[in-house]
């Protein structure tokens, strides 16, 4: 199994940045693909972002293109997402996720990851 833990995250002003940052442990080897999915109060999980751990292809929700990067750093097992100019939309709880293999390519459905973190809570006053 692949256990992830997430930090980071706090509350902040519209406009303002916060760095999420998700750290794999166990059998990180076998670790294909990472994202970041949120929760919003009352609403479905939804997708944000991956990256394929080679680095080599990202993908973004439309609703956070331009503002948010996904990376990673293989080294130290981490994921991380840079979210500059935060809306109060983008208040929700932030979930990292592990993507072993079952699937190709970046998916942005939630059933193709295997593994999840705990989640970290982002909340963006107006």
């Known amino acids: 199994q692949v256990l992830l833990v997430e930090s980071g995250g706090g509350l902040v002003q519209a406009g303002g940045s916060l760095r999420l940052s998700c750290a794999a442990s166990?059998?990180?080897?076998?670790?294909?693909?990472m994202g970041w999915f949120r929760r919003a109060p009352g609403k479905e999980r939804e997708f944000v972002a991956a990256?394929?751990?080679?680095?080599?292809?990202?993908r973004y929700a439309d609703s956070v293109k331009g503002r948010f990067t996904i990376s990673r750093d293989n080294a130290k097992n981490t994921l991380f997402l840079q979210m500059n100019s935060l809306k109060p939309e983008d208040t929700a709880v932030y979930y990292c996720a592990a993507n072993r293999g079952r699937f190709e390519g970046l998916s942005a459905i939630a059933g193709a990851y295997d593994n999840w973190g705990q989640g970290t809570q982002v909340t963006v006053s107006s």
């Open positions: 990256v394929m751990l080679s680095g080599l292809a990202t």
């Open positions: 166990g059998l990180t080897n076998s670790i294909y693909a």
